[in-house]
């Protein structure tokens, strides 16, 4: 039996790799693997595809095999009512499946705890709550999304070794392979926020650009509550995603500006401290349908969200050099340097002289 466990969680495992594929890129649906094992060898595996649609069973189990008998490993519990489609539950009772393992119940109340009843009716035999700690991990952003609650916020920053997130000799703090990871970040999530003052000091595009992730950029989100974006940014050029503007300010030249061109103005309610104030631009944005942001502004705007608790993981890229008299700080780095940011916190891969570290807050 201890056996069977061990394989049960390896199996597990490697549907979360499947689920990790497309995560932030399923819309308002989780993003779901699955793995299907048959005398001990893995026969097919799937993801949630990009949009949400089909579902990861569906296109697991849509290869032409014979699939009776098998093992279904699952990371979250199968839908089963009718929606756009038809219930995985449905697809997997067609198929004879012989076993279901899933991790974690899903929060919707349509398909929740229903999947073990139908499956049972079946003599499908369930296996629940297989690495049930990742799951609550995995699917935070997921779960708070049909609560009052904020979405699931990230951050991720560049630094050099002495703390500057500014050169003021070159545009970049870190090397090639650290920007081409961030890139990569991007790609899980479904929102990126930044600021007004991001753009026009840095004149950034934001988008994936990596071959074969263009399509996972995630939409962009620029609070600017003065209105006082750059109209010839070249993000409005060459960023293909959707584009919203956050703004406490009326200004109907810029509004008509941003219409033609495409891009949402929305207008915030001025709340009185700072805190209700960072709570009421993650609920619009949460209004807007997205769930899981990734923050990447300048210093002064993270320092806000890291000292009122906003962010649950932060991303910190270390250049392994100083910049002494070339480094510049438009604030001072206190809440980055409260971090305590070591070693057991570095996520091992090569950066070729950078380090990437990664803080749950």
């Not at 308002?28 to 990009?50: D, E, F, L, R, Y």
């Not at 920053?157 to 650290?178: E, G, L, M, P, R």
């Not at 961030?182 to 026009?200: G, M, V």
């Not at 910190?316 to 070339?326: A, D, G, I, Q, Y």
């Amino acid at each position: 039996m201890f056996i069977k466990q061990i394989k049960d969680s390896f199996y597990i495992k490697l549907a979360y790799q499947q689920a990790d594929i497309n995560l932030g890129s399923t819309g308002s649906n989780p993003s779901v693997g699955a793995v299907v094992v048959k005398n001990n060898s893995i026969i097919s595996s799937g993801c949630t595809s990009v949009g949400g649609r089909p579902h990861a069973e569906s296109n697991t189990l849509k290869k032409k095999t014979n699939f009776k008998d098998s093992d279904l490993f699952v990371t979250l519990e199968p839908c089963s009512h009718y929606g756009y489609t038809p219930p995985c539950t449905k697809i997997i009772i067609s198929k004879k499946i012989k076993r279901v393992i899933f991790s974690i119940n899903d929060t919707d109340p349509r398909s929740r705890n229903h999947a073990s009843k139908e499956l049972n009716k079946n003599q499908i035999k369930i296996k629940e709550f297989v690495l049930k700690d990742f799951a609550k991990i995995f699917y935070k952003s997921y779960f708070t999304q049909s609560t009052k609650e904020i979405p699931f916020i990230d951050a991720k920053i560049a630094v050099s070794k002495d703390f500057f997130t500014v050169n003021k000799k070159n545009k970049w703090i870190t090397n090639k392979k650290s920007r081409v990871l961030a890139n990569f970040l991007r790609s899980k999530y479904d929102c990126l926020l930044t600021t007004s003052k991001t753009i026009n000091d840095d004149n950034p595009i934001l988008n994936c650009r990596i071959e074969g992730l263009e399509k996972k950029s995630p939409d962009l989100v620029i609070l600017d509550r003065l209105f006082k974006i750059k109209l010839n940014s070249v993000i409005f050029k060459k960023n293909k995603g959707n584009i919203y503007i956050l703004t406490n300010i009326n200004n109907l030249s810029k509004e008509r500006f941003f219409k033609k061109i495409g891009v949402k103005v929305i207008k915030l309610e001025n709340k009185s401290s700072p805190i209700n104030s960072l709570k009421n631009i993650f609920i619009e944005i949460k209004k807007m349908g997205f769930n899981r942001i990734l923050v990447e502004s300048g210093i002064t705007f993270l320092n806000q969200l890291i000292k009122y608790d906003f962010i649950k993981n932060f991303y910190l890229f270390k250049s392994s050099l100083n910049l002494k008299s070339r480094g510049f700080n438009y604030s001072n780095p206190l809440y980055l340097k409260q971090l305590n940011i070591s070693e057991k916190n570095e996520i091992k891969v090569n950066l070729t002289g950078d380090t990437l570290y990664k803080v749950k807050l």
